[in-house]
């Protein structure tokens, strides 16, 4: 057998006759006492290590980003040291000390990256990686300012950067902010994107490139067409980034790169200087200030705005299995606000009248019409400032308390650099028509939630959503009878109330329309939860009093808000004991409310706000920030129910009822009382009227991908009784299983003999979530015999605790169809009832041994279910394997994807051998025992 070299491994003992895999000899060598040397070329297969990633996988990706993340940080520390008074070579107070000193390092090269690996010098443990720890390094170009760079009058003394990575200020004869390092970051942070994905030969490539064989033979980033023209960026860095972006596969979805690229695009690579940067006659062609629509970008970014749009991806790869539920995009759609206030008037909108905001000098020169802005303060000068600012006290009042701050404009919010969410909306009031400024209109005050005003918005939401939205409604208007409730309340009119249970088989029906309750019951140990259909007749608590009447003070406060909110919408009927919404008019979630006696019509504090009006124009509000679907729904204790994931996904509409406001979730997205709109992949998804049709319309895999992040968000949610959790998500489970064709259950889809049915194998790869290690892993659900139900160990429905799924590339492996099949393939079960017996729900497979005593970094990565290591209940894990890398090399050096498994002790039978599933992983082929394997069922 051939040898397979290592750079690990020094030296080799060889039999005589084994075959070297030499495929040149170069013919100079050198001959000495005791033997001779020579030159030779090993064949690329048998060398361990050499092949070049142009695929890198997510974790080489994490930790790139983490580790350009620490060098922003490093930057940004070198840009705004904390240094003490006595060390100032000026006052402190001086108008020509910056309010942050100033280190620009101003060398910055791939020379002057260092990279540790020693584990003592590693930092954060999430930094401990392969790739180890970058650090910023050579401070001997390195120069301290004291001084505003666009105050100082003379050259920067600074001579001898290198030239590759210089910013374009370079050709001005002002001095050199700090700014000039980030342009260099942004040469570095291509290249290294370049390097990611394609290695060090392309890299040479892009280099060679940018100096061509043109007259302006640079290896500069930026180019000069000709003498008196601005600089602008390099043709050849243009067209590379837009080559990746447009075609390589990892930017073909979002993706980390992708982000990390267009970061590079827009705030590092970028010509244009704030306008305090630098203002002189000589600086002029770098002050182009470009709108919000443009298609250049506005301004070069600081090191802290650099670090805190890595902070933004590594949030979203931190929370890969539920990103698609906290990224959302806040759009100005104003259209909807012309509308309503047309139907309902410009008083709908009008906020107190009080007195205009008094404003600092810098926050009145602040244009609110023109494109984006920013600006940078620190919270000392904040704090000045807030004294004889009504502005400034209110951004005081809302950021997080870090010392420095930049606040940037998008759209209409203002944001804090760095931080995930906006922390000021503006407003523009109904009587400006200026629509050339994407600003929401709008009011920073909304009604009393009792109030005409306040029903006549939720009236217009589902009026509009009726007329506009056809997808919304066209099943209502499709339903029969039948498909209603077999019961309902009748709430009357707000002219003819009345409250009385009503029958479909009475034919008491006048209207097909209802509206359901969504709430949580609370302690029902102290207040006995109010249903229809208890028999007491004693207390008069049965059907046949509430057919005459229900007694409006016998309802918790939940249901009397409900009542009083459905008469407000003109709707006739209210549901609220049973889990037939799917036919709903709309949904009402008490989503402020934690007990049935909570109610959810109450007072709701008001934003803090404040009212800019200047001479000759129409008053616009600043106001606290307060559309955060995310934190006051999502978040909220109604929606860490599992149950209420399929009350919301098979909802219609769905009015949502917060301490701060109300948002209306329909097939079109969500809007908020504010009048803004929210936009966010996975409410697209939840929020389809005809569930799951429009992920229907993507690839297979896509379509199999967003059912996955669908378990993994309903894994995170909590029951009460933890034996509920098939039941939970049975139905929109029916409805996926429908729509794709196939057959399955317990979470896991299986497309039995179909040409890509490779389904199966995907969903069984899933493997407890990151944040179940500090948990102790997973834990076991105790089925009561009484539920009739038996989930196998290879569902994760079998266990309580989030779960993720291994990241496998579909189209770089096989799947192993012969080593692992699901029950339904095997025995043609054609249903998804869990009550299934347990035996039917056995998978036959294939088991190895393996032994990963001797793993190196990056080849083996397996995670437990549960709190397990090497040994399980006095059994060796084994393995199935389930997918394969089908790359041209050898079986050692293939990535197999498996599950784990060991032999269950009291299921084992004379001729079958029943195991049980203990998590998931992969590991390179060469710690696997690739025989023959031994069959067995896995329960």
Same mark, same amino acid.
């Given at each position: ?113 260092? %990279?540790?690996? $020693?584990?003592? &010098? !590693? +930092? ?9 720890? *970058?650090?910023?390094? /050579? ?38 902010? %700090?700014?000039? $390092?980030?342009? &260099? !970051? +942004? ?9 990611? *994905?394609?290695?060090? /030969? ?57 982000? *990390? ?679």
């Amino acid at each position: 057998m051939t040898p397979v070299f290592s750079d690990k491994q020094y030296d080799y003992d060889l039999p005589s006759d084994c075959i070297l895999p030499f495929t040149k000899d170069y013919d100079a060598s050198k001959t000495g006492a005791f033997a001779s040397v020579s030159k030779i070329r090993i064949h690329p297969e048998n060398q361990e290590g050499l092949e070049t990633q142009h695929s890198p996988n997510a974790v080489a990706i994490s930790q790139a980003i983490e580790q350009l993340r620490g060098l922003a940080d490093g930057l940004d520390h070198l840009h705004n040291p904390r240094i003490a008074e006595k060390d100032l070579e000026v006052p402190r107070n001086s108008p020509d000390v910056d309010r942050v000193d100033s280190i620009r390092h101003g060398d910055l090269k791939p020379q002057n990256i260092l %990279r540790f690996l $020693d584990k003592r &010098s !590693m +930092g954060h443990a999430r930094t401990r990686s392969e790739l180890g720890v *970058l650090k910023i390094a /050579d401070m001997g170009l390195a120069k301290r300012h004291t001084i505003v760079t666009e105050l100082r009058d003379q050259d920067t003394s600074q001579r001898y950067g290198t030239i590759r990575y210089e910013a374009p200020e370079v050709l001005s004869k002002r001095g050199r902010s %700090r700014l000039y $390092d980030v342009w &260099s !970051m +942004g040469c570095l942070t291509l290249e290294y994107i370049i390097w990611l *994905l394609h290695g060090h /030969d392309t890299l040479e490539k892009f280099r060679f490139q940018i100096i061509g064989d043109t007259q302006y033979s640079s290896t500069q980033f930026f180019q000069i067409s000709g003498a008196g023209e601005a600089p602008q960026i390099h043709p050849v860095v243009a067209a590379w980034i837009d080559h990746i972006l447009r075609f390589d596969p990892e930017c073909s979805q979002d993706s980390a790169i992708k982000d *990390l690229l267009e970061i590079v695009r827009k705030k590092l690579l970028v010509v244009t200087l704030k306008p305090n940067r630098m203002g002189d006659r000589d600086s002029s062609m770098f002050l182009r200030p470009k709108r919000d629509g443009d298609e250049n970008p506005l301004y070069r970014a600081t090191a802290a705005e650099f670090r805190g749009s890595l902070d933004k991806i590594l949030n979203k790869i931190l929370i890969k299995g539920t990103k698609y539920l906290q990224i959302w995009e806040h759009l100005v759609y104003n259209v909807f606000a012309e509308e309503f206030i047309e139907k309902i008037g410009a008083s709908a909108l009008a906020p107190p009248e009080g007195p205009r905001a008094r404003l600092c000098q810098r926050c009145t020169d602040l244009d609110f019409w023109i494109g984006g802005f920013s600006f940078e303060d620190s919270w000392t000068s904040l704090a000045e400032l807030a004294q004889r600012c009504n502005l400034c006290a209110l951004i005081l009042r809302v950021q997080d308390g870090r010392e420095h701050i930049t606040i940037e404009r998008h759209q209409s919010t203002l944001e804090l650099a760095g931080s995930e969410l906006p922390i000021l909306s503006i407003f523009r009031s109904p009587s400006n028509i200026d629509n050339s400024t994407p600003i929401q209109m709008g009011s920073p005050t909304l009604p009393n939630p009792e109030t005409d005003g306040f029903f006549d918005l939720l009236k217009f939401l589902l009026d509009n959503c009726d007329l506009k939205h056809e997808d919304c409604g066209r099943k209502l208007s499709l339903q029969s009878s039948l498909d209603l409730p077999t019961r309902l309340i009748d709430v009357g009119t707000l002219k003819t109330p009345q409250l009385r249970l009503v029958k479909r088989r009475d034919g008491a029906y006048t209207s097909a329309r209802y509206v359901f309750l969504s709430h949580i019951w609370g302690d029902t140990s102290q207040i006995v939860p109010f249903v229809t259909l208890r028999q007491d007749p004693t207390s008069g608590r049965d059907i046949d009093h509430f057919k005459k009447v229900i007694p409006y003070d016998l309802l918790p406060r939940n249901f009397q808000d409900a009542v009083r909110c459905t008469r407000a919408l003109g709707i006739r009927y209210l549901w609220i004991d049973a889990d037939t919404f799917g036919g709903a008019y709309c949904a009402l979630a008490a989503t402020r409310a934690t007990g049935q006696n909570d109610g959810f019509l109450g007072f709701r504090l008001q934003s803090a706000f404040v009212t800019i009006q200047r001479k000759g124009e129409d008053p616009f509000y600043i106001s606290e920030w307060i559309d955060d679907f995310q934190r006051h729904v999502i978040e909220g204790s109604l929606h860490r129910r599992g149950w209420v994931l399929q009350e919301r996904a098979l909802a219609r509409r769905t009015i949502h009822f917060t301490e701060r406001q109300t948002y209306f979730e329909c097939g079109n997205g969500v809007r908020c009382e504010t009048l803004a709109s929210l936009h966010n992949t996975m409410t697209d998804f939840l929020r389809d009227p005809n569930f799951p049709e429009k992920i229907m319309r993507h690839s297979r895999a896509a379509q199999i991908e967003s059912f996955q992040s669908l378990y993994s968000l309903y894994s995170r949610l909590s029951f009460v009784r933890w034996e509920d959790r098939p039941a939970g998500i049975a139905g929109l489970e029916k409805r996926i299983l429908r729509a794709l064709g196939t057959k399955g259950g317990f979470g896991i889809f299986d497309d039995g003999d179909k040409s890509q049915r490779e389904s199966f194998h995907r969903s069984v790869l899933w493997y407890r979530g990151a944040e179940e290690e500090f948990r102790d892993g997973l834990k076991t659900i105790d089925f009561p015999a009484d539920r009739h139900i038996r989930v196998p160990s290879w569902s994760w429905m079998a266990y309580s605790g989030g779960v993720d799924y291994v990241d496998v590339p579909g189209d770089t492996v096989d799947w192993e169809f012969d080593n692992i099949a699901g029950p339904w393939t095997r025995d043609s079960i054609t249903t998804s009832n869990p009550a299934l017996q347990n035996s039917a729900m056995a998978i036959p497979a294939i088991v190895r041994d393996f032994n990963v005593g001797k793993q190196l970094r990056g080849e083996v990565d397996l995670r437990y279910d549960m709190a397990r290591t090497a040994e399980a209940d006095g059994h060796r894990p084994q393995c199935v394997i389930v997918a394969k890398d089908k790359r041209e090399r050898s079986e050692m050096k293939k990535r197999y994807y498996m599950l784990l498994v060991v032999p269950k002790r009291s299921m084992a039978g004379r001729d079958r051998n029943f195991y049980g599933r203990i998590g998931a992983g992969y590991m390179m082929g060469k710690y696997i025992n690739l025989d023959s394997g031994t069959k067995v069922e896995i329960q």
